[in-house]
């Protein structure tokens, strides 16, 4: 592809050098969008690529998911322990997340400037998303009332970083939720009021959370007119904005970023409307198509299928 | 005694039947013998990556399959798309930047690397055809050089070169920003190099009716250039597709004739605006 | 609880005495590394990444004499045990003192298989994160190594394979899981040259009588030999299919 070294343009050949795209490419692939509805691999605006879910793949963990989405493959996998609720809010639980992006980074002895959704911006909108604003209900994580509660851990290795990483990241997380598995405690109450927990031996003694109304995160980028989801890098670099909206079956709105890459015209409130209005729309659909996908898998092992 | 020029044909094609019957398309392990020397009677071998001599055999240091080329070229043929410097191999690299102290000892550190990588070797700033302390090239960060492997050794970075004590090839050089590269597997450009490839008549068939210039770099590199937007992105989806041919006769003739078919009807096109300076730029 | 059942002969996950686990890899599965494998063995699972040969930036100064690396053999590596790879999570801080001599061990056992770099600046480096923690670590951080090695295309003398060993009652057993090395039995983990079955490395772990040594390493030296037939097959069969796709 062509390459457009500015005088600006510092950075040497680095792994973008395959997607810039010289200034006939971007007008090729901007036309196609905005007068013939057609990107470049043919997907509607609003199609996401072939997204590859494998649940319950790491045995130590409670939970676990891998996301193929596009390039971007991302591990989620979910432990659970029991905490003290903290005493603000005693019929919460705990939900923690961190990112581990090592097999992409290991060569990069020196740290080079991240671009704008690195991994560390992804753990905290992750956070904020599933714990801050309530993504999960943190009031079924509760087991004795200012006692004991469940705390959620979520570790996340990032095997691939393509585009659209934030939802591949989202859906691995949801369909790592949908996969835990907690162990059915006994609460036992000793003389001194102290509350101990008891964990069940029979390891398919389990509930599990109902992930349907657990939040997807969707970004969207702008081409011309038109709102994109789940962008290749020749659209990324073609698109003058984007938009980050995290989203429930509900409806309910848990965050939500613009980004207006710069540009000088800012932003109609018109425009804000739709890109929200678009986003939800997109979000729903992966949503209900990741639910209706992993309720249909056979159920997990239980006493009642395993050959003994 | 030499021997004369007709016993050593006949040993030549001696040779090449007993390589040829060596059983073919074994995959071989690091540490395997692939091949016992005893059998042939040349003894100057030129071995491709992935193959070195110890006694009378030859041993893979790579899994692949062993390739043969007439009379005693062999090499270990890998679908892994890892590039190792060799003395005499053509690559096309990115200038990094400038380095030492007298102007007539600096050198460019030249980045090859195949992958994100970065694999990087010197380049004195004198080593282009003709330079001199006062007209030489002044190569910036980001620029591209097609340049030679000149020495690989233990003891330093691999060192490069544009010059060459044959003056017949001297295309070697810094190659135009404006141009397209892009990254290609490395069996496709050992392909285009290969004469007698498909690959190899396309490039032959093009260029005879369509002007471009390219640069094929061993370490996996392939610069084009047309001056012309249009015709630029034509050519390079060209190789693409020739890349993803992956061999297949028919498919590149076909991607060749609708391609020179594209550029004939091609209406208005757009010169690509090139204000720098440049040195060497013929390039074979 | 009994190791091995005195009734069957069996041990608790089913194998005999001398076999090894069941061996799985996936290569290419972190591509933007040079070389990637996702590696099991029975219920441990390591994801192994090679990057290399690259720039180590000894040279990135502007002046002075071209850097050369002391070591011309020079591999990094690192092992790292993952926050939820093991029953109980384990947070970041701290790091496992076992998980850096692991790593030197490693680091010995792949600078004797290497090529000298053609470009002298130049390291390798390779990581291996255990995804699921279920015994017998550093013995398939050894072979998913090598597999990395192989899948990044770097030239190599040889191939190294890992495995371990323990004792119960005078009975050695080949390729220790989890539930056997809760025991505190004596246990040994060698990295081993399939082809001339020399050792490289060999790491012990509790303490035991000299004369128990011999047979602990015959069983974990064979138990490389089974590992690395069960390779072989696995990378002829990715190499054939590979080849399959390219033209000659």
Known sequence: ?308 | MPLLKREMDMKQEEDTAAIREQPGQKTSFPGDVVFSLDTISTRTLFLGPGVRKEADNLIATRCGVLRYRPPATFFLDTSDDSYLPATGDDIVGVVVRRRGQEVLEQYYMVDFGKNTSRQTGVLPILAFKGATKRYRPNLKKGDLVYCRVRKTTVDGPVRLTCTSNNTKEQFWGPLRRTGALYRAKLSFVRRCLTEGSAEHSMIMEVGAKFPFESAVGLNGRIWLYTGFEKSQNLLYLLFRDAEEANGDVMLIKKITGRFLQETATLGDDFPVEDNTQYWVTRVA | MDLVSSFTGLRLDGRRENEIRDIRCQFGVAKEADGSVLFEQGNTKILATVYGPFDSGDNDDDDGDLAVLEDPTAIECEFKLSAFSQQDRRTRQGEDPRSEEYAEYMETCYRVIMFPHKNASSIVRLSCQVLQADGGHLAAALTAGTLALIDAGIPVKDLIVGCSATVVEGKPLMDVSSQEDLQRLPQITVGVIPRNQEIIVMDTKNRFHKDLLAPLLDAAVKGCTQTFQVIEKIVRDHVRKAAGAMSS
């Open chain 1, 1 to 308: 592809m062509g390459e457009r070294r500015s005088a600006q343009d510092e950075s040497v050949l680095q792994e973008r050098e395959d997607s810039y795209i010289n200034a006939s490419e971007q007008q090729f692939l901007s036309e196609g969008i905005i007068d013939y509805d057609f990107r470049l691999d043919g997907r509607g605006p609003l199609d996401y690529r072939t997204i590859h879910i494998s649940i319950g793949e790491v045995l130590s963990a409670s939970g676990s998911a891998r996301v193929t989405l596009g390039e971007t493959c991302v591990l989620a996998t979910v432990k659970t322990a029991i905490k003290t609720p903290s005493k603000s809010h005693p019929d919460f639980g705990f939900i923690e997340f961190s990112i581990d992006s090592s097999p992409l980074t290991s060569h990069k002895h020196d740290e080079e400037e991240d671009e704008s959704r690195s991994p560390q911006e992804a753990r905290s909108i992750l956070q904020s998303v599933y714990q801050e604003s309530g993504g999960v209900d943190r009031r079924k994580l509760c087991i004795v009332k200012g006692s004991k509660c469940w705390a959620l851990f979520f570790d996340l290795i990032i095997f691939e970083k393509g585009t659209s990483l934030l939802d591949a990241a989202s859906l691995a997380v949801k369909a790592a939720l949908f996969d835990t598995k907690f162990a059915n405690v006994t609460v036992v109450e000793d003389e001194l009021d102290q509350f101990e927990v008891e964990f069940t031996d029979d390891p398919y003694d389990y509930w599990q959370m109902d992930a349907t109304s657990v939040p997807v995160v969707t970004s969207l980028h702008k081409i011309g007119p038109v709102f994109l989801v789940d962008v290749t890098k020749e659209e990324q670099v073609a698109a003058n904005a984007s938009v980050v909206i995290a989203t429930n079956s509900k409806g309910t709105l848990f965050y939500q970023n613009t980004d207006w890459k710069g540009s000088q015209f800012g932003f109609e409130l018109n425009l804000i409307d739709e890109a929200m209005e678009t986003a939800c729309r997109a979000a729903a659909h992966v949503d209900s198509r990741l639910m209706s996908a992993l309720i249909s898998l056979p159920p997990p092992k239980s006493w009642k299928n395993t050959l003994l």
